[in-house]
């Protein structure tokens, strides 16, 4: 990336958040934690270009070619599934209620379609072992999926997205505090000693340096989130300075996909407003998957 604040991906900060939706009669669809987070993010643009779930053509294009079908990077499917049942209601609905404890998003059906799960892990992953918690994932998702834009309505609470922020959020306080180059810090662990100089490294080079753990879904034997956050108040708090780092979460899941993960990453840090991200030694990694 060169110096300054990026354009977002594709050059436009996608933006959608509604208000006052006319929902009533609409057919609705219960989805989980991790669904939801990624229809905020699809809404307040940290997936930008995306507007919504992809289509078949994008989708087969991220697993083959590594971009969408208009030939922009983008390497993790971003894809919303369901059973046959409810494919066929959403495809006849049209338009349908996504649901998270309460109405959260309309999504705006464009199709469905089926996929080859163990292509899917293939391409992701590198492996199609049932052993790797993405393979696994993938090979217990439902059979078909489905694509349309969304428009967020009101947000999914947690309690635990007391840092977090929009990418418009972000790129005005880079703004604000006069900011031309900033590094984004992606982690899923506390800090440790070899993050702390990765990160006072980064502050003698940089304008400002952008904390942004991810907080969400991990696998067995990762830190907990609440932990994750304590460490990090407490080092911004205490000893960075405060006017040179920033600290705000990324909530969605890990996918433990190695090098195509660290794309992915990238390209949400570039969203934010980030000129240069930092790419771990073994970065999304799992196992002995992926060769450091």
Known sequence: ?????????????????????????????????????????????????????????????????????????????????????????????????????????????????????????????????????????????????????IDLIDRPYDQLKMHRLTPKETRDEFNRRGWNTVVGFQTRNIPHLAHEMLQKTALNLFDGLFINPLIGKKKSGDFKDEVIIKAYETLLKYYYPKDSAMFVTLHTEMRYAGPKEAIMHAIMRKNFGCSHFIVGRDHAGVGNYYHP
């Not at 990336?1 to 929902?23: C, D, F, T």
């Not at 992809?54 to 083959?64: A, C, G, Q």
């Open 1 to 149: 990336m060169s110096e300054g604040i990026p354009k977002p991906h594709g050059g436009r900060l996608v933006n959608r958040v509604i208000e006052n939706a006319e929902i009533k009669d609409m057919q609705s669809i219960n989805i989980n934690k991790d669904l939801a987070n990624d229809v905020e993010n699809i809404a307040d643009g940290i997936f930008s270009p995306l507007e919504g779930f992809m289509n078949e053509e994008d989708f087969m294009n991220v697993l083959k070619e590594g971009r969408l079908a208009n030939g922009l990077a983008w390497t993790i499917p971003i894809v919303f599934d369901l059973n046959e049942e409810d494919a066929k209601m959403a495809k006849d609905a049209k338009d349908i209620i996504l649901k998270y404890d309460k109405p959260i998003a309309i999504m705006h059906v464009e199709d469905t379609y089926r996929f080859d799960k163990r292509e899917m892990a293939k391409a992701v992953y590198q492996t199609d072992d049932i052993n790797h918690p993405g393979v696994a994932k993938t090979i217990s998702m439902n059979d078909i999926l489905v694509s349309g834009k």
